[in-house]
């Protein structure tokens, strides 16, 4: 994997993406010459056509985000990533069209983008036919040798078969281990020198999954092989980076404290997040008005009862606050304690079904935002009713209130929703990464990865 900003992209990924841009760019310079050469005008050098052709490219890669185009089911199926391609050229063909009339139509030919439109479905689909066959094989993953026979190298070859993965475990050392869980392992004492070892297999990583660390750490072996060039990992880290979640069966403080994360450049970080957070605020609750007025009529009408609600939530640091949704509940919905919502709930309306899945319920939270109470991105803010339970019940809870919560965030793009302890749990551990690898860019691709979960209706409920 490739490290940007604190968050790691697969090589299969990174390279797909740089292949769809080129092709974006061929597509929009072959469509913009051929619209010339039928108008008999001149398509000029590609610098004077530069701007709109990266225009067109970027929208477009930026819609393919999205909507999940780059995605492990995406990766794995071609039929699946075209469904998504398709949706994904839709989307930004309209977005460059409202784009081209508030530049006063200068910009593009609509004839000009249905070409590229044309090309573009064209070139991706076979690129994945082509590419995608070949990212899917082990020579494009990196070798990676298991220290350990134990559960947590089981976890990690389940982890390697799975075929989004980013790897390909080509051994599992034995360490000594009693009663070994993989069976195949060659024990360490079979081993003359395991840098040679490490060499021979043509290794670029090894990770240590030791059951028990004290006393056990072959460190001589690790620093031969350091010293080699092969990256030496740690079972929690690698998790970390390979799933995109903290593990909760395996990290302690040290881990924490010692880890790479939390860094101090975060006041920069910080005040562009303000920045965003402020400007996209008002601009949203300028044009989101009339749908938010709309749909609190919508409500009054369905059912009994105010339109919009207030609710407790806890925020940053563990202070709480009010947060303002459209009602999508009956009035008595908690007339027997506070609760999580179920799927199909029966205290949800009829309007409230909608609003919840297409998340315009959520609009009125831009408030909270402008207020600096929230933020756009972040842990989901939870009740003081739940939160006082869940740190009860899980480690290390507290520590998703270091940062502001959110109207979307890492766990609501990754994980379905959850109405039970182990949910809580699995959430918990993607809200742990954002909080430790908080960068402006993981937020920028939080809020890409939103369109899909508003598009397919992902963990509405």
């Not at 995605?71 to 063909?93: K, Q, T």
């Not at 007025?293 to 606050?321: E, H």
Request: proline residues 4%.
């Amino acid at each position: 994997m490739i490290r940007l900003f604190k968050h790691y992209i697969p090589h299969s990924v990174l390279l797909l993406g740089l292949i769809d841009l080129v092709l974006l760019v061929v597509a929009g310079d072959f469509a913009w010459r051929l619209r010339a050469d039928q108008t008999g005008l001149p398509a000029g050098t590609f610098s004077e056509r530069a701007a709109p052709i990266f225009a067109y490219a970027g929208v477009m890669l930026t819609a393919m985000i999205g909507v999940g185009t780059y995605g492990a089911d995406a990766l794995r199926s071609v039929r699946f990533a075209s469904a998504r391609l398709l949706v994904a050229i839709s989307l930004g063909i309209i977005a460059l069209a409202v784009l081209n009339s508030v530049a006063g139509g200068h910009m593009f030919w609509r004839s000009t983008l249905f070409y590229a439109m044309l090309c573009s479905i064209g070139a991706l689909v076979m690129n994945r036919l082509i590419v995608g066959a070949i990212l899917g094989t082990s020579a494009f993953r990196r070798r990676v040798l298991v220290l350990g026979a134990g559960h947590r190298a089981q976890r990690l070859r389940e982890l390697a078969e799975k075929g989004e993965s980013g790897f390909v475990i080509v051994g599992f050392v034995g360490m000594n281990e009693s009663n070994p869980v993989v069976e195949e392992m060659i024990p360490r004492t079979a081993i003359h020198n395991l840098k040679r070892h490490v060499e021979n297999l043509g290794v670029s990583e090894v990770v240590l999954a030791l059951e028990e660390r004290r006393n056990a750490l072959p460190l001589k072996d690790l620093l031969r092989i350091k010293t080699a060039g092969v990256h030496v990992n740690d079972f929690s880290s690698f998790l970390e980076r390979e799933t995109g979640r903290v593990d909760l069966d395996t990290v302690n403080p040290s881990w924490f404290i010692f880890s790479d994360g939390f860094s101090s450049g975060r006041a920069l970080s910080g005040f562009l997040k303000r920045l965003f957070d402020v400007t996209v605020s008002l601009i949203l609750l300028a044009f989101a008005a009339p749908v938010i007025g709309l749909f609190a009529l919508a409500v009054k009408l369905d059912s009994k009862g105010p339109a919009f609600f207030r609710q407790k939530r806890v925020g940053l640091y563990g202070q709480t606050f009010d947060v303002i949704k459209l009602r999508s509940m009956r009035t008595d919905a908690e007339v027997n304690g506070a609760q999580f919502a179920t799927k199909n709930d029966p205290r949800v309306t009829r309007i409230g079904n909608f609003i919840r899945k297409v998340r315009i319920d959520e609009l009125p939270q831009a408030w909270s935002v402008l207020k600096g109470e929230m933020s756009f991105v972040g842990p989901r803010p939870e009740r003081p009713e739940f939160v006082n339970d869940l740190e009860d019940k899980l480690t290390y809870y507290a520590e998703r209130h270091m940062v502001k919560p959110g109207i979307t965030g890492w766990a609501q793009v990754n994980y379905p929703y959850g109405a039970n302890l182990e949910d809580s749990r699995n959430k918990l551990e993607y809200d742990l990464y954002y909080v430790k690898n908080y960068t402006p860019f993981l937020d920028l691709l939080i809020i890409l990865q939103t369109l899909r979960v508003v598009l397919w209706h992902e963990g509405a409920r």
